[in-house]
């Protein structure tokens, strides 16, 4: 247990489906991120919330909507999505912007467009 | 802009053996360096981190690096291989850009240990 948890674990899912990625932190970060990790690519910053407020968005496409109702919760909204998206996506918090701590990730969420 | 270089993709060593796993930087300001595992089916995980302060430093499962600034390395290093070790090892650095920081990683070394 590393402090971020990410459910589900596991997720399959149809093109036309919509569905939700959800992340829980009670370490009292309040700064958040999303990550996708493909295969044989390097880890990919999708979005930064700090004090649930959206301070990053690096050119992710409009199928993914990020929302960050407060501090400890992060979710990821998906609608139809591509085989292409097929990742496992990490969420990760820390103390702040800054990063001489590091940052805390959950265990992601594996994630198959089928 | 700060970033880190993993040069290759997959070390492999025998059980007992050195671990020697490499992280050049590029950094016009201080850096801050970090090396991260990832099991399989598990996110990462912090192993060890350099701010300021001593060079050399020690991390958890008896990992250590060095900071070399002559190098601009930060190479990771086990004494003695387990088992328990194989995993997916991420370099990374932090970044500054107008006024605020994120981590950046590398691509992530694969090592295996063979018994």
């Known amino acids: 247990e590393t402090g971020v948890t990410q459910t589900p674990r596991h997720l399959v899912m149809g093109m036309t489906n919509k569905k939700s990625l959800k992340c829980e932190q009670h370490l009292g970060h309040n700064a958040m991120y999303w990550y996708k990790q493909s295969a044989k690519k390097p880890l990919e910053l999708m979005f930064v919330?700090?004090?649930?407020?959206?301070?990053e968005n690096n050119s992710v496409p409009s199928r993914f909507s990020p929302e960050c109702p407060n501090s400890s919760h992060l979710f990821l909204h998906l609608h139809t999505l591509q085989p292409e998206d097929s990742a496992l996506y990490l969420c990760a918090s820390s103390r702040g912007r800054q990063t001489n701590y590091g940052y805390t990730f959950g265990s992601g969420t594996r994630l198959t467009v089928v | 802009a700060q970033s880190v270089t993993q040069l290759g993709s997959h070390v492999s060593v025998s059980e007992g053996a050195l671990v020697l796993l490499r992280c050049n930087y590029s950094?016009?300001?201080?850096?801050?360096l970090f090396w991260y595992v990832q099991y399989p089916n598990q996110g990462l995980q912090l192993l060890l981190k350099?701010?300021?302060?001593?060079?050399l430093v020690k991390g958890i499962n008896g990992f250590e690096a060095e900071f070399k600034k002559s190098e601009t390395s930060f190479h990771l290093t086990k004494p003695s291989a387990h088992m328990s070790d194989a995993a997916e090892y991420f370099c990374a650095v932090r970044r500054t850009q107008g006024g605020s920081e994120k981590l950046v990683f590398g691509k992530g070394m694969k090592l295996t240990v063979n018994p």
């Open positions: 350099y701010t300021t302060g001593a060079t």
């Open positions: 919330y700090s004090l649930e407020e959206r301070v």
């Open positions: 950094s016009s300001v201080p850096p801050y």
